[in-house]
Structure formats: structure tokens, C-alpha cells
């Protein structure tokens, strides 16, 4: 698992954001402001001068109720309340829903050299926008061999040794109206306990390597429609040459798992050998997967219907191997 710490530039929060700059100091191009945090702080306890366990590296969001408290202090007291946040040196004060802001603000903000900005959204609807922004581009990341593809609405990574036919299978995909997201080098970022986002590094984007043939650009050749920039990841597809002394699961009842930087994903093997149509059954795979996150699982019902129990599923297999 990666230990890396990430950071985004303070610039590219602006630009996203659409925020009003009322004070940036000069920026240093080979040492731009940057945030390591992904939450937020809004200021209520700072501003009646309670310090302990505050984190100075959080944004700090003055809203509605903060700006209510701040004007009914006099003059005197709001400077110095002020002074001890800004005093803090956090990476920006970002002021919403277009309030007025007070002149020691930006006195404070100078001598302290830290940003003050502005956005007109609402506190609550700014800040959710703005912690999913932080929680995917500083999210926990690591790259795998493999293929990213949205297929029937699931996030599919599509695993295997080097040749075993990810690529040819993921045109294939395409063909049948799928889309793709990574090639060959696949970024996957832990945006929460339970989520992963994948995507592809911004210089192989949208390429695809096909032996016999080379590289593709598959935006330009299927068209917009047949890629994405990122996809949540809800399974994963492990492609291997068929083995024939290897017992494959026939029944499907019981889900695997694996974890991926501490966040399990189902995974299925599919063996792989001539004349078995890959496209096909990954659709089917991806389908499948859909149905048990909606609380149906077909080999169970079939047992059920049969009156077994999920230990008697080794029967079932040697009965449908006669027929």
C-alpha cells in the first residue's frame, strides 16, 4: 500500500471552484501553495479562541453563523480573534456565500501571508463539492497491470499475465458499446473505506496496445462514447489460460473477495482458451455482479428450488455434468 502523501495546487482549487481571490500572496513558481488536507474546518471554536487539537493544515470556511459572530464582537476583539486563525498560517480562508468580509481581514491576511477567497455557493453545498475534490485528488493511489472498462454500468478491472488477451478483449468491449477507461496502466485511488476510483495515467490515456497491430487511440477511432476518464471499481476480472487440472468454481454461490489498499472488491477467474467469447461472458459477469449487489444470487436460488443446501452445490455440478 502506498504511504505517499499527495497534495493539490491551491491554483487548481480556484480555477475548479471558480473562486473570487481577494488576497493570494506571490507564489513562488517552484514552490506553489499546496493542501495536503482533504477536510475542512469551519472556525466556530477558533474564533472564541479554544486551539486545542486544531489541525492548521485544513482549509478554514468562515460561513453564515461565523460571519454573524464575528460582526456582533466589537472592533477590537473581532481583530484579535482574527489575528490568532490567521496566526495559524492555514493553506487559505475561504469566505461563502459572497459575504462581505472585514477590513482586518485582509490586513491579517497580508501580514500573515495566507489566501483569503470567496465563492458564492451556500457553506454546506461548497464544502461537500469541495472535501469530494481533496478526497480523489489526494486519495491513497496505486497503479496495476491491467484493463479498466465500464461495462453494463459496472467498473471492471480486467487482470492477467501479459498476453493472455486484455486488450483484444477490451476492443471487443468497445465494439459491443462499452467503455474504456485505462489500458495497460491502470491508477486506482482510495477515495473512501469502501470506494475505489480507477483511471489512467493523462499520458497513455485513451491508448490502446494490440499485438499484431500497435497502439490505438481509442477516442479517436470508436469516438467520445467508447471511453471515460474514471470509473469506480466494482469488480475485478482475473483472466488466466484455461488449466485443465484446475477446478474452476461452477456454481457461483459464494462470492470472493480481495482487497485493494485495504478496500475488498469481488473477484472472478475466467479461464481463457480458444473458442470461448470473452466479451460475451464479461458482459454477463458484470451483470451478474450487478444482480448479487441487489440481493439476488441465481446459483443459490437454484438450490433453493431443488430443496439443497449451499454444502450440497458439489452434487448439483455432478448432476449437471450427466444431463
Known amino acids: ?39 475542512l474546518n469551519r472556525p466556530g471554536l477558533q474564533l472564541i479562541g479554544f486551539y486545542e487539537y486544531f489541525n492548521n493544515e485544513r482549509i478554514q470556511i468562515v460561513g453564515k453563523t461565523e460571519f454573524a459572530y464575528l460582526a456582533s464582537l466589537d472592533e477590537d476583539v473581532r481583530k484579535e480573534r482574527l489575528g490568532m486563525l490567521f496566526a495559524q498560517h492555514p493553506p487559505a480562508v475561504m469566505i461563502t456565500r459572497e459575504l462581505p468580509y472585514f477590513p482586518e481581514m485582509t490586513d491579517l491576511a497580508k501580514s500573515n501571508e495566507t489566501p483569503l477567497l470567496r465563492c458564492k455557493e451556500n457553506t454546506s453545498a461548497f464544502m461537500a463539492a469541495l472535501i469530494a475534490y481533496l478526497n480523489l485528488h489526494l486519495a491513497p493511489r496505486i497503479t496495476r497491470h491491467g484493463v479498466l ?29 462499452h467503455r474504456l477507461v485505462a489500458d495497460d496502466a491502470v491508477e486506482i485511488r482510495k477515495v473512501s473505506n469502501i470506494s475505489l476510483v480507477g483511471s489512467s495515467p493523462e499520458n497513455i490515456r485513451h491508448f490502446l496496445e494490440l499485438r499484431g497491430i500497435g497502439i490505438v487511440n481509442a477516442r479517436r477511432l470508436f469516438g467520445m462514447g467508447a471511453v471515460k476518464v474514471t470509473e469506480k471499481i466494482d469488480m475485478i476480472v482475473e483472466l488466466e489460460p484455461w488449466d485443465p487440472e484446475k477446478v474452476y468454481d461452477r456454481m457461483g454461490v459464494d462470492v470472493e473477495y480481495t482487497s485493494i489498499l485495504g478496500v475488498k472488491v469481488p473477484i472472478s477467474t475466467i479461464p481463457v482458451k480458444p473458442g470461448r467469447n470473452l466479451a460475451v461472458i464479461l458482459e454477463v459477469a458484470a451483470m451478474n455482479n450487478r444482480q448479487k449487489k441487489m440481493g439476488y444470487n441465481a446459483a443459490q436460488e437454484l438450490l433453493d428450488n ?18
Open 1 to 39: 500500500m502506498s504511504t505517499k502523501k499527495y497534495t493539490v495546487e491551491l491554483d487548481e482549487i480556484i480555477s475548479e471552484f471558480n473562486l473570487e481571490v481577494i488576497y493570494m500572496p506571490e507564489e513562488d513558481k517552484d514552490a506553489p501553495l499546496l493542501v495536503h488536507e482533504t477536510e
Open 149 to 177: 472498462m465500464e461495462v453494463c454500468g459496472e467498473g471492471m478491472l480486467i487482470l492477467g499475465e501479459s498476453g493472455v488477451g486484455k486488450s483484444e478483449t477490451a476492443v471487443e468491449l468497445i465494439k459491443r458499446g
Open 306 to 323: 431443488l430443496g439443497l443446501e449451499t454444502e450440497h452445490k458439489e452434487d448439483i455440478v455432478r448432476k449437471w455434468d450427466i444431463y
